[in-house]
């Protein structure tokens, strides 16, 4: 049996949907019902009523579900201690970013300092959303974040008073799309304000999506868009860009050698640009003393840090 089976059923046991299970879990329904059926062969047992809408657990179901909490719990109580014992030896610190932010910033960031802390990016990371992150700053798992946070305020109001913040840099992000046969934007967001244009967007519960939504809410003339597809990362909005499906935001950093080769133009004027602070935040009862060594450093080579707000 692997633990992974055991994550699969409390992930089951939580939504009570085999297709929202599955993308909580990043695979395929098929995969995912193979792994839950491979479970029970070995328990030897029904544990999933699959009759009843939503699914409901078997009585054994239920037994099986107060062991998975448990066993799960004392696995990843073990594997964040013994995690916890190498990287104190070794006095390196987690950081969590998003693939973007980790791509295309922090490599120049870091190679600036005139002495480097010792941060390990985890790549588990580059796919979390914004509470993610403070969630894994609560729970140990990371002790940095670096997260984009809009200038004019986060639409998703997210705060959290037992965190601080140091702002290390600057990033903007705007409207691109392929240009026309005549160099000109095919989804301009300035043109016909009655056509509607094709958007390759980020998640919806993502800060970069929900800023740019708050973003649009509030200019005058916005011409309907159309969702065709929603990421998480700026990587995969640019390839579907690049490919002619629609116009989607980037970060000017991602962008600008396709802008500069012609690849990509502007799909609009300047007011459709959301601007963002890049900012580090930490625990502040983190406790670790590589952190405590590090903190100051930081602080030292950016504006002051200051308490999270919304």
């Keep these: 049996m692997e633990i992974r089976w055991l994550e699969d059923f409390l992930a089951l046991a939580r939504t009570r949907h085999f ?3 599955a993308e909580e879990q990043n695979v395929t329904q098929p995969t995912f019902s193979r792994r839950i059926k491979l479970l029970e062969e070995e328990m030897g ?3 999933i009523n699959r009759q009843t809408l939503p699914l409901s657990l078997t009585p054994a179901g ?9 066993v799960t719990w004392r696995v990843g109580a073990t594997r964040q201690r013994l995690a916890q014992m190498a990287e104190e030896q070794a006095g390196q610190l987690h950081l969590g970013a998003s693939q973007s932010l980790l791509s295309h910033f922090f490599p120049e960031w870091l190679e600036s300092l005139d002495s480097p802390p010792p941060l390990v990016p985890q790549l588990r990371a580059t796919s979390w959303l914004l509470a993610d992150y403070f969630q894994g700053l609560a729970s140990g798992e990371i002790d940095l974040a670096l997260c984009y946070w809009p200038v004019n305020g986060n639409p998703l109001e997210v705060a959290d008073e037992e965190t601080e913040y140091c702002v290390i840099g600057r990033e903007r992000y705007f409207p691109v799309c392929l240009p026309d046969e005549q160099g000109m934007p095919s989804f301009p967001l300035d043109g016909d304000r009655g056509r509607s244009l094709p958007l390759i967007a980020y998640h919806p519960r993502g800060i970069i999506g929900a800023s740019i939504s708050a973003h649009l809410d509030s200019q005058p003339g916005c011409p309907t868009l159309t969702v065709l597809n929603e990421s998480i990362q700026s990587s995969n909005i640019r390839e579907l860009v690049s490919l002619g499906y629609g116009l989607g935001w980037l970060p000017e950093r991602v962008a600008n050698s396709a802008l500069e080769k012609g690849e990509l133009v502007h799909a609009g004027e300047s007011r ?6 890049i900012r580090l935040y930490r625990h502040r009862c983190a406790g670790r003393a590589a952190l405590e060594l590090v903190w100051p450093m930081l ?3 950016s504006s002051p840090a200051r308490q999270a707000s919304s």
């Design 62 to 70: 239920e037994t099986f579900l107060v062991m998975c909490q448990d």
């Design 45 to 47: 047992t029904t544990l």
């Design 19 to 21: 297709s929202r299970a």
């Design 299 to 301: 602080m030292g080579i």
């Design 272 to 277: 459709w640009t959301v601007e963002f602070e």
